[in-house]
């Protein structure tokens, strides 16, 4: 498949830190992982893309990551 596992790096996890927080201080469910976090700021720091079926949560918090959202298999 071509995956690779890769150490979240450093200077994201600041960034993932402060969105988490800033995220929660405006109201975001509170059943969100910062796991969740650390892995967009990882992507935003890294320029690699993300995929996610949260495109919502990714494109508010994340505005700079590019989104890779499987269809709905409905």
Known sequence: MGLALIEVLRPALFPAGKTFARYRRQG??????????????HAAVSRHPLLTRDTRRHTSCFAD??????????
């Open 28 to 41: 975001g469910a509170r059943n969100s992982v910062l796991a969740d976090f650390f892995i967009g700021a």
């Open 65 to 74: 990551v590019q989104l890779i959202a499987p269809k709905p298999t409905n």
